[in-house]
């Protein structure tokens, strides 16, 4: 559960160095959950997007996730109030 005293950003980059990301990883990382295609990043990190890629599949194995959706999903997770507190307000809307 994330830590509501530290930023949204720290808490990201805390587990970027728990996963033993490199800080090309990690800026990597931040792009994709800034929601950049893989083209989007190369032009702006001036890289070829196969480079760039490799270096988010490297990153997704290290999170152990199986790509971008579910990367932004771990971090979207803490974000969320429980699915049942989400169900609740919703019956009571209807």
């Not at 800080?23 to 931040?30: A, D, F, N, R, Y």
């Not at 792009?31 to 990043?41: A, D, H, N, P, Q």
């Not at 490297?58 to 971008?68: E, H, M, N």
Request: charged share 25%.
């Amino acid at each position: 559960m994330m830590d509501k005293s530290i930023g949204f950003n720290t808490y990201i980059q805390s587990h970027f160095e728990k996963w033993g990301l490199t800080k090309t990883e990690s800026e990597v990382g931040l792009l994709i959950l800034r929601g950049l295609s893989l083209k989007e990043i190369s032009k702006q990190r001036g890289t070829t997007e196969t480079t760039v890629r490799q270096q988010a599949l490297s990153l997704y194995k290290k999170a152990a996730v199986d790509g971008r959706h579910q990367l932004a999903a771990y971090f979207l997770e803490d974000l969320l109030p429980p699915c049942e507190a989400a169900f609740s307000v919703e019956k009571k809307e209807a």
